[in-house]
């Protein structure tokens, strides 16, 4: 747990203790007033009646009990709501952990309303985002939720569209009394709506959307609640809007590469698609190895790109040796600066390292280089051997005979494991390759 976790936890503890010490006060001093009346009325004992002395002391016992009773109540109740609290607390912090390492926009929202459902106890609730002129439901999600996703509402309808109107929560403990409410935007389930509550998704460029919950399991929604999910949806539009960062800017990656592949096809056409089948054929290796999502992503862009350094170099000179081997060093002269290349720019520059310490433009051997960059060299090598067009490139640093074809490029491979290649990778390439995966 955070420091600020236990912090709030031994905070919470202390007051639970305070009421309990507050609680054995109040008895305390209930049975030393029992007792002072007791005492008093065995120093008047021959005065009053023994009647009303019976009288006085099932008063004062009664109101003893009664006094103990509530005292030990209130206590319980007190402890009660702060554990309630602490627990929705909990759940919070836990959630807003582990939903900011969450990129994707997808998986987002639906921690986002899975989180909402568990800490107020409702039964249905949805995340409506802004989108031109209207709301459009991105996730539907409870008991007998309708399928509303990718539905488009115009943002004055309904709780929701007032609340994204305004930046301000709405909490209907009835929705039958409120004007605002509209079984087409706010329905979210087939059972009858009963209650509801409703938080803007605030960020810093404006109201961006809502989170819409109802009803809830245990009576109507309360001000604690709507306190929470009001904080919880700050943080969460916050992580929304990272997450449509992190997606356009990898569409513009997407595109850019797109359009240097397309570049470097059209200045040297013997290389067409060469970039594409090093990624495909890197990638059965990643897939073999159980590499990571994030892994095979960081390989996959790096095979794309990992020829790029030709767009700088002269066509007419691509077969000199010399002018052949500065392209890796181009390639990450070109990439580094760019920061959603920059993580696969050392790849690239390695790529024709070999195990044996005789590649460039380092020098670097065996594990020294990286895992990305041995794959990217075994596909390479194979592609290069096995394609009679790109092959004349590769044949350039000398390293392979002047020979093409499958079962060539599986010997070359094979006789060259542990010396310029990763025996172990090219051992598992060997495994999973089929002459059928050549396109």
Not at 71 to 81: L, Q
Not at 142 to 165: C, F, H, M, P, Q
Not at 382 to 395: E, R
Request: hydrophobic share 40%.
């Amino acid at each position: 747990m955070s420091s600020t976790g236990g912090s709030r936890t031994t905070a919470i503890e202390i007051i639970k203790r305070q009421i309990k010490i507050l609680n054995w006060s109040i008895v305390l001093v209930i049975y030393v007033l029992l007792f002072v009346i007791v005492r008093f009325l065995y120093l008047v004992l021959d005065y009053v009646p023994t009647t009303s002395m019976v009288a006085i002391l099932a008063i004062a016992a009664v109101l003893v009990l009664v006094g103990t009773y509530m005292a030990n109540s209130a206590s319980r109740t007190a402890i009660r709501k702060i554990d309630e609290f602490n627990n929705k607390l909990n759940a919070l912090l836990t959630t807003m952990h582990e939903i900011r390492e969450i990129v994707h926009g997808d998986l987002l929202l639906d921690n986002i309303v899975d989180s909402s459902l568990k800490i107020t106890g409702a039964e249905a609730g949805s995340i409506l985002l802004s989108e031109n002129d209207g709301l459009v439901f991105k996730v539907t999600k409870g008991l007998g939720s309708k399928g509303l996703k990718g539905r488009t509402v115009a943002k004055s309808d309904g709780v929701a569209g007032w609340v994204v109107e305004r930046g301000t929560p709405v909490r209907v403990d009835d929705v039958e009394k409120d004007d605002r409410f509209s079984p087409e935007v706010d329905g979210i389930t087939d059972d009858n709506v009963r209650s509801l509550l409703c938080v803007p998704l605030r960020s810093s460029s404006g109201t961006i959307g809502a989170i819409e919950l109802v009803n809830k399991r245990e009576g109507p929604f309360t001000t604690e609640d709507e306190r929470l999910i009001s904080y919880f949806a700050d943080q969460a539009a916050a992580f929304i809007e990272r997450a449509r960062f992190y997606e356009d800017q990898r569409v513009f990656e997407i595109h850019l590469t797109d359009i240097l592949l397309d570049a470097l096809d059209k200045i040297i056409p013997e290389k067409h698609g060469h970039s594409k089948r090093v990624a495909k054929y890197a990638l059965l290796m990643a897939h073999a190895m159980n590499m990571s999502e994030d892994g095979k992503r960081r390989l996959y862009r790096a095979s794309l790109l990992h020829d790029i350094g030709f767009l700088k170099l002269p066509t007419q000179d691509v077969f000199s040796k010399e002018v052949y081997m500065e392209h890796p060093r181009i390639a990450y002269t070109m990439l580094q600066p760019i920061n959603v290349y920059a993580d696969v720019a050392p790849i690239i520059l390695h790529h024709h390292e070999r195990y044996d310490g005789r590649g460039y433009p380092s020098g670097l051997r065996g594990e020294e280089i990286p895992l990305e960059s041995r794959m990217i060299a075994i596909a390479e090598a194979f592609d290069a051997i096995v394609s009679k067009d790109s092959y004349k490139y590769a044949a350039a640093t000398g390293d392979y005979l002047p020979q093409s074809g499958y079962n060539h490029a599986l010997k070359e491979l094979e006789d060259n494991a542990g010396t310029q290649f990763d025996p172990e990778l090219v051992a598992l390439f060997l495994k999973n390759i089929d002459e059928d995966y050549l396109e």
